[in-house]
């Protein structure tokens, strides 16, 4: 038999066996992984000087020069032409982790580290005249707050090991026929509710952690931008945000199937008690 045929067969001996809770593990899975990899890599992104891990950050600021934009509101729009000769032609860029920051040069290189101090020592005065590295520094201490993510984690994976203890599909011969039946036994009450509470418990603080790292993040980079106007731009980090509302989003699923399994569950008991 060729290995395609082989695994094909395999995987239509698999499918009877594979239970609604399988998904939901699955699926969860997948958001632990996606969680673990954003806040590694945003806690290695900007603390480790690999040519491709700084790539992954919250927000970013960096000196460019752009035409300015003026409003009627600007008491004083001549400051951009102030602020523009202080700036002259640096390229400084300093990217924000969750625990760090990554700073590049002219010559592109990153220098990360989890301490800003010793960053601001590496480079000269004329590299960072607005002090990026000190802006970019306080919202990183001030504004970011990765532990609800990190709890998430955690209940996720409780959530995991509960849905993993739920009694699988099987067959057993009838003792009165001698054929082989399919059983699929409903797991305990006590642990689908539990696994529900550990889910949504997860799903909340993972959407409140994105939303809040995600708003601020926005909020940040518009008020670096309009203070440094034709001088200063400021950008968020998608790949961060794409990750965690995607996680938000599967943990979501596993909640709201996890909630149809139960009031299912509840629904076939109360029939056939009547």
């Not at 969680?35 to 480790?48: E, Q």
């Not at 004083?76 to 523009?84: L, N, Q, S, W, Y």
């Not at 509710?193 to 997860?202: G, Y």
């Amino acid at each position: 038999m060729a290995p395609g045929i082989g695994f094909a067969v395999g995987i239509q001996r698999l499918i009877p066996f594979i239970g609604y809770h399988h998904i939901l593990m699955i699926l969860i899975a997948i958001a632990i992984i996606l969680l673990s990899w954003l806040t590694a890599l945003l806690l290695a992104g900007c603390s480790s000087s690999s040519p491709l891990i700084p790539g992954i950050f919250l927000i970013d600021f960096y000196y460019q020069t752009y035409t300015p934009t003026y409003d009627p509101a600007q008491v004083d729009p001549g400051v951009t032409a102030a602020i523009a000769n202080i700036v002259g032609q640096t390229q400084l860029e300093v990217r924000v982790g969750y625990f760090g920051l990554c700073i590049a040069s002219d010559a592109g290189n990153y220098l990360c580290s989890n301490n800003a101090t010793l960053l601001a020592e590496q480079i000269s005065i004329d590299k960072d005249p607005m002090n990026l590295i000190w802006v970019a520094n306080t919202f990183k201490n001030s504004v970011v707050f990765p532990w609800l993510i990190i709890i998430a984690i955690i209940f996720a994976f409780l959530c995991f090991l509960l849905l993993a203890s739920f009694p699988g599909w099987h067959e057993e011969r009838d003792r009165a026929t001698g054929s082989e039946v399919d059983v699929k036994p409903f797991p305990s009450r006590p642990v689908s509710q539990s696994a529900l509470a550990l889910v949504f418990i997860a799903s909340v603080f993972v959407l409140v952690s994105v939303l809040w790292q995600h708003t601020a993040s926005v909020a940040a980079a518009q008020v670096a931008q309009d203070m440094g106007n034709g001088s200063i731009k400021s950008g968020v980090g998608t790949s961060a945000m794409v990750l965690g509302w995607f996680s938000f989003a599967l943990l979501l699923i596993v909640t709201i199937g996890l909630l149809v399994m139960i009031l299912s569950i509840h629904l076939l008991d109360r029939l056939t008690d009547e």
